[in-house]
Every structure is written in structure tokens, then in C-alpha cells.
């Protein structure tokens, strides 16, 4: 009898032993923080809470080792109460942490929206203004690359990759600039009070003398890009004029390719021209001359350069690019050059009021 209870004591201390060598349950938070941590990744943690997530996986790490060290003991000493404590605390952590990453993914979207928005404006803005004078063709190629990048970044902000669109935002932006530079000197003058000052007295004194002398008057508006033909100081006929390629500057030098700003006349008529007809102008005049010697002082042009000259009204088409002429349709040339004569005053200038076309566009700049 005593015999078989010794025996029986000794089977349940084997199942008990055998039982006890089997290390414990690990917390199913484990798992549950792993497949968080995943799913934090996937949402962009490293990009949009780079110090938090961070300071997540640091916490996570140190768990891992209290695991690690807490698996090492013999299995009746295991307890993974604190781990367990703390797995849970990391899932609340991450939690806390899932909320920042969409509300800065949320704050990014709102941004990178808002800066392709002015991005485009800008471009559309600058592009519209390349359109208005012959100079924009030098913005231009900067504004292809800067509307490529726009483009990509528009691709980039759509597949919610905000960060890498932000980045063609900002590599635009000094292409958008360039294209700026480009245009901005040349337009400025169309908004100088100084200069417009100048204009419009140049303009009032022509039209006076038209008045005074009973005689045809023409008036060209290079911002307007119009030629008003006056009879007796008033406006008869107005007509749409192309300018020289670089024609909203004033005229400097030969082959600068700009339309020249002052007052002139008309001292030869030519019934045939390589353009139709053609009115040939006196450029250039006295100040221009002074103009020209001043600025080869100053180091404003090359030292060998020529004034120029040849400069006309002529035909070949309101929408011809000239090498600093003034362009107009056959039918119209034909229709001034029967009422001008050799002398007529001819004014042009780049303006004749602050409000014009050109400084209009540049105020959204």
C-alpha cells in the first residue's frame, strides 16, 4: 500500500516537472503590435512622424528584449505580466501615433494642394504674359521645364506621395523665377511712371500740332500694338501693328532687333518695298543719337556697334515679327499711305496711359 502511493507521488511530481518545462503562453498583444507596426509603416510613419515612430519602434525594441530575456528563463520562472504591460501600452502608442500620421498627411495634402495651385497660377500668369510681347519666347523655355515638373508633381500628389511632390514643387519654383527675370525688366517699363510721363507728352504734343497744322498724324501704341491715324487731332482710324522681335524695347543700337520710341516723320514713301509699301522713318533723330552715344559711354552696348537705321511702317502683315519695323496688313499700309505724306509726324511709344494692357498684367506678379 505504501509502496503504490510512493508511486503515485512520484507520477504526479513527473506531470507536474514535465508540465512545468513548458514555457508559457506568449501575449497575444505581441502579434497585435507586430501587424501595427506594419501597418504603421505602410501609412508613410517614416515620412509624416519620423520622430515619433521613432521613439515607437524604440519602445517596441525594448520589449522585445524584456521578451527575449523573459523566454530565457526556465519555464516556471517565466512572467510576462510586464511585458505583456508594456505591449499593451505600445498599442495605445501607436494608436496616438496612427492619429498624428493623418492628421500631417492631411496637413501635407492641404500644403502640396495649395502650393501646386499657386505653382499653376503662377505659370498661367507668366505664360500669358509671353504671350502679350515678342521677348516672352525667353521665359519660355524655362516655363516648359517648370510646367513638366508641375506636371510630375501633380502625378506624385495624386498617388498621395506628397513628400516627392513637394520636392518637383520646390525644383519648379527657380525655374519659374528665370522665366520671370526673363520678362519682368522689359514689362516694368509699361508701368515706370517716368516713362509713361515721357509718352504721354510725346503723344499730346504730336496730336497738337495735328490740330494746329490741319495735317494727318500717326500715334503707335507698342503696348496695345495699335496704329492711330489722326486727321486734324482727332483719331480717324485705328489699326492693329506688329513690332520689332524684341520690339517692346526701345531701340539702342543696330540688329538689337527693337522698335525705337520718340518722334519721328515720314521722309520717303515707297509704293514698292520688299513688304508691300513702306514708309520710311527719320531714325534715327537727334536724341537718339544722343541716346546711343550716352549709353556706348556707359558700357550699355558694345563698343563697335552701329545705330542703326531703316526703320519703317510697311506691310507684310499685322502679325510679322519684324527686325524693329512696324508691320501692318497690305490692305491697311495701303489705305495710311494714301492719306500720309512726307513729313507726317509719326510718334511711337510704348504707352499712352499707367492703366495699359501690359502693367495691368503684371500687377498679379
Given amino acids: 500500500m505504501i509502496k503504490k502511493t510512493i508511486i503515485k507521488i512520484l507520477i504526479f511530481s513527473l506531470v507536474i516537472f514535465l508540465t512545468g ?14 501587424k501595427q507596426e506594419i501597418n504603421l509603416w505602410r501609412s508613410g510613419a517614416q515620412i509624416y512622424a519620423p520622430v515619433e515612430y521613432s521613439s515607437y519602434k524604440i519602445s517596441f525594441g525594448n520589449v522585445k528584449e524584456l521578451l527575449i ?18 505591449l499593451r501600452n505600445i498599442l495605445i502608442e501607436g494608436n496616438l501615433l496612427q492619429n498624428i500620421i493623418s492628421d500631417n498627411k492631411k496637413n501635407m495634402n ?8 499657386l505653382a499653376k497660377n503662377r505659370i498661367d500668369t507668366i505664360k500669358g504674359l ?29 498617388n498621395n506621395d506628397y513628400n516627392t511632390a513637394e520636392k518637383k514643387l520646390n525644383n519648379l519654383s527657380g525655374f519659374i523665377k528665370a522665366s520671370e527675370n526673363a520678362i519682368l525688366p522689359i514689362l516694368n517699363r509699361y508701368s515706370d511712371r517716368n516713362h509713361i510721363k515721357k509718352w504721354q507728352k510725346m503723344v499730346e504734343e504730336t496730336i ?3 490740330k494746329k497744322m490741319g495735317i494727318p498724324a500717326i500715334i503707335v501704341n507698342k503696348s496695345e500694338r495699335t496704329l492711330v491715324l489722326y486727321k486734324s487731332g482727332v483719331p480717324a482710324w485705328t489699326y492693329i501693328v506688329g513690332i520689332g522681335r524684341n520690339g517692346s524695347l526701345d531701340k539702342q543700337r543696330a540688329g538689337d532687333n ?4 520718340g518722334k519721328y516723320r515720314i ?31 556707359n558700357g550699355l552696348i558694345p563698343a563697335k556697334s552701329g545705330i542703326g537705321g531703316l526703320i519703317e511702317i510697311h506691310g507684310g502683315g499685322k502679325n510679322s515679327m519684324t527686325y524693329g519695323c512696324i508691320a501692318m ?37
Avoid at 518545462?21 to 507586430?34: A, G, H, T, W
Fill in 130 to 158: 509671353t504671350e502679350m510681347i515678342n521677348e516672352g519666347r525667353l521665359a519660355r523655355k524655362n516655363l516648359i521645364k517648370a510646367e513638366l515638373l508641375l506636371s510630375e508633381a501633380i502625378i506624385r500628389y495624386n
Fill in 208 to 210: 497738337a500740332q495735328s
Fill in 329 to 365: 496688313d497690305n490692305s491697311k499700309i495701303d489705305h495710311v499711305f494714301n492719306i500720309v505724306s512726307v513729313g507726317t509726324p509719326v510718334t511711337i511709344v510704348g504707352a499712352v496711359d499707367y492703366n495699359n494692357k501690359l502693367s495691368s498684367a503684371i500687377e498679379g506678379l
Fill in 69 to 86: 530575456k523573459e523566454k530565457s528563463r526556465f519555464a516556471w520562472f517565466q512572467d510576462y505580466q510586464k511585458v505583456q504591460s508594456e
Fill in 110 to 117: 492641404d500644403k502640396v494642394f495649395n502650393e501646386i495651385s
Fill in 258 to 261: 527693337s522698335t525705337p520710341e
Fill in 267 to 297: 521722309i520717303k514713301k515707297k509704293s514698292e518695298s520688299r513688304y508691300h509699301k513702306a514708309l520710311l522713318l527719320n531714325y534715327p533723330n537727334e536724341e537718339d543719337r544722343k541716346n546711343f552715344i550716352l549709353a556706348k559711354k
Fill in 21 to 34: 518545462c513548458r514555457d508559457k503562453q506568449i501575449p497575444p498583444e505581441l502579434q497585435m503590435v507586430e
